[in-house]
Nanobody, 116 residues
């Protein structure tokens, strides 16, 4: 299983970015895909998840209403649409894949910097 995250960059507060996570190596039916982030000096935390098969989503309170996770089955890609970005959203963002409740597969991070 390989996960390739992309789409990070520098954006002003209030702006938007869309991150992509291209998945390969197997069919992801039954997997839960997650987005995590790690800010400087802080532990990595969960941003949200999506069930690949049924599309149900979960979001951390800090991003609820601003971030949206979606997936494109044909492209084997998961997206993180980030709107109304705040400086505190600055972090390295990671995508990961979980089966049976464990996030066993991780992509490399992509840096998102939000300027005030």
């Amino acid at each position: 299983v390989q996960l390739q995250a992309s789409g990070g960059g520098l954006v002003q507060a209030g702006g938007s970015l869309r991150l992509s996570c291209a998945a390969s190596g197997r069919s992801f039916g039954g997997y839960v895909m997650g987005w995590f982030r790690q800010a400087p000096g802080k532990e990595r935390g969960l941003v949200g998840t999506i069930n690949w098969s049924i599309g149900s989503t979960y979001y951390a309170d800090s991003v609820k209403g601003r971030f949206t996770i979606s997936r494109d089955n044909a492209k084997n890609t998961v997206y993180l649409q980030m709107n109304s970005l705040k400086p505190e959203d600055t972090a390295v963002y990671y995508c990961a894949a979980a089966v049976a409740g464990n996030f066993n597969f991780w992509g490399q991070g992509t840096l998102v910097t939000v300027s005030s």
